[in-house]
């Protein structure tokens, strides 16, 4: 029996490592720029989440900040697991799983342990750190942090075992803390009080999830916004990979800065204006393979081709104005981000859409020094 068991475990073991395999060669034939960009990042965002870390367990940090740092490192491990969670749960095999002669408790075991192994250093270092704390004083005085640990495998719970997705803890929560933190202030007290309701409504939502129900056929959806919303749920794992690299340059640009005592130069801002850009525009490529793949029921809405596909733009290009004002606002930019962001964002967004996926890059290659010597 303890073979079987073994057996079971390799074989999920084997499931996990080739639907990764698998996930990762479809994103990089379909988001190539995406994927090269997040292979790049990867050295730079181990080390942001470790900045994070410090950050967060610094007993000087003003509450403000430390929310800020801690939504933004669950946010990421959030994704990093949900982008992994078809494979952690073998999702394409569960019909054949299903008829194993295995318990429950087995296969929770094994998709446990395959949560650790794809939450990996993200997940475990904060738990790691609180093994070296010296003494119960220590402890005590740092209680935060353990709370924090403890949440982020809280998080990485939400992220594999729960379908939906869970934006009162990664979205709601550290808005309303957010707003709080900076009304009162520095405290002690305060900081391990509001670490204490996070944590706790974390758990009830993982015990009771707090979601927005929409219904799963396209048939009996009355507006296309919310059959579009449906679709982007369906692929939540590319919009994650977006947020995921766009807030990897925003911290890497911060870093830079504090190092530097200095605002970067207008070339370099012109560089990460394009990269933000073109990672933002990505959002193109669901949308047209949206298109195809529903072409037919699409052109039997009311609601005509070119205004469904105009309704479809507003998203990212909403999203390329918050990221132009973080820019200005948070790091200093130049006031030409304002224009220079969106209007990027739409000419590689018309060029998929009109010319093809080939014409993507070359496209943005041409058009940005132009826009950008202007």
């Known amino acids: 029996m303890s073979n079987a068991k073994l057996n079971y475990f390799t074989l999920r073991y084997r499931i996990y490592r080739d639907t990764l395999k698998q996930f990762l060669q479809s994103l990089m034939q379909l988001l190539g720029f995406l994927y090269l960009v997040l292979y790049m990042a990867l050295p730079v965002a181990a080390f942001s989440a470790l900045l994070a870390?410090?950050?967060?367990a610094d007993l000087n940090t003003e509450l403000a900040t430390r929310v800020f740092y801690q939504s933004v490192?669950?946010?990421?491990?959030?994704?990093?697991?949900?982008l992994q969670r078809p494979a952690i749960l073998a999702t394409r095999y569960q019909h054949f799983l299903n008829t194993l002669p295995i318990s429950h408790w087995r296969k929770n075991l094994t998709s446990t342990v395959l949560l650790i192994v794809g939450g990996n250093l993200v997940l475990l270092t904060p738990?790691?750190?609180c093994f070296y704390l010296p003494d119960w004083q220590t402890f005590l005085k740092s209680i935060h942090f353990p709370l924090f640990a403890v949440q982020a495998v809280v998080v990485g719970i939400l992220a594999t075992f729960q379908k939906r997705i869970a934006w009162f803890s990664l979205a709601a929560i550290p808005v309303i803390l957010g707003l709080?933190?900076?009304?009162?202030?520095?405290?002690?007290?305060?900081s391990t009080v509001l670490t204490i309701v996070w944590l706790l409504l974390s758990i009830i939502e993982v015990v009771k999830p707090i979601t927005v129900r929409l219904d799963a056929q396209f048939g009996q959806f009355k507006y296309y916004p919310l059959m579009r919303?449906?679709?982007?749920k369906l692929k939540i794992g590319h919009e994650l990979l977006r947020l995921a690299i766009v807030t990897i340059v925003l911290m890497m640009t911060w870093y830079g800065q504090i190092q530097l005592s200095a605002t970067v130069g207008l070339a370099v801002q012109c560089i990460i204006n394009l990269i933000l850009a073109l990672v933002i525009a990505s959002y193109q490529f669901d949308s047209k393979?949206?298109?195809?793949?529903?072409q037919h029921y699409l052109n039997s809405l009311i609601l005509s081709t070119k205004s469904q596909k105009l309704l479809d733009a507003i998203v990212p290009l909403l999203f390329s104005v918050l990221i132009s004002l973080t820019l200005i606002i948070w790091l200093n930019f130049n006031i030409a981000s304002l224009a220079i962001i969106p209007l990027l964002t739409a000419l590689s967004?018309?060029?998929?859409?009109?010319?093809g996926?080939?014409?993507f890059l070359p496209g943005c290659a041409v058009i940005a020094p132009i826009i950008l010597l202007v």
């Open 180 to 190: 709080i933190s900076t009304t009162i202030g520095h405290s002690y007290l305060w």
């Open 73 to 82: 490192y669950l946010a990421l491990l959030y994704g990093w697991l949900r």
């Open 53 to 56: 870390i410090n950050t967060i």
């Open 289 to 294: 393979a949206f298109y195809l793949g529903h």
């Open 127 to 129: 738990l790691v750190i």
């Open 229 to 232: 919303l449906h679709a982007i």
């Open 357 to 359: 996926y080939q014409f």
């Open 349 to 355: 967004m018309w060029s998929v859409m009109r010319l």
